[in-house]
């Protein structure tokens, strides 16, 4: 059963803005915790935005002030808008979800509910 399925990758020149979409079941969209992690080639896992049940979005620095994370309760996504991108951003992209967990960026990799992820690639 798929829980929650990425979309949106894709590859652009460094500047540029792609939008990754995360559509969830029911079930995996009220959890308390949804957020976007990502895997650059041959680097551990990075999370890189949380949204808790009360709404409230954190970021990793790397990607403050150039990613925004939204949530669209009527059609059950979470949503990636990504600018200025860089070539450090070209990674794996997943989304996950959790519940009853304090919501931080590092636990996003570990939770139980995760897409299989979008690939996105930055050229210069």
């Known amino acids: 059963q798929v829980h929650l399925a990425e979309s949106g990758g894709g590859s652009v020149e460094t500047g540029g803005s792609l939008k990754l979409s995360c559509a969830a079941d029911?079930?995996?969209?009220?959890?308390?915790?949804m957020g976007w992690f990502r895997q650059r080639p041959g680097k551990g896992p990075e999370g890189i935005a949380t949204i808790d049940y009360d709404g409230k979005i954190n970021y990793a620095e790397s990607v403050k002030g150039r990613f925004t994370l939204s949530k669209d309760n009527a059609n059950k996504a979470l949503y990636l808008q990504m600018n200025s991108l860089k070539t450090e951003d070209t990674a794996m992209y997943y989304c996950a979800a959790e519940s009853k967990v304090i919501c931080f960026l590092g636990l996003l990799s570990h939770m139980t509910r995760r897409g299989q992820g979008t690939n996105v690639t930055v050229s210069s």
């Open positions: 029911e079930d995996t969209f009220s959890r308390d915790c």
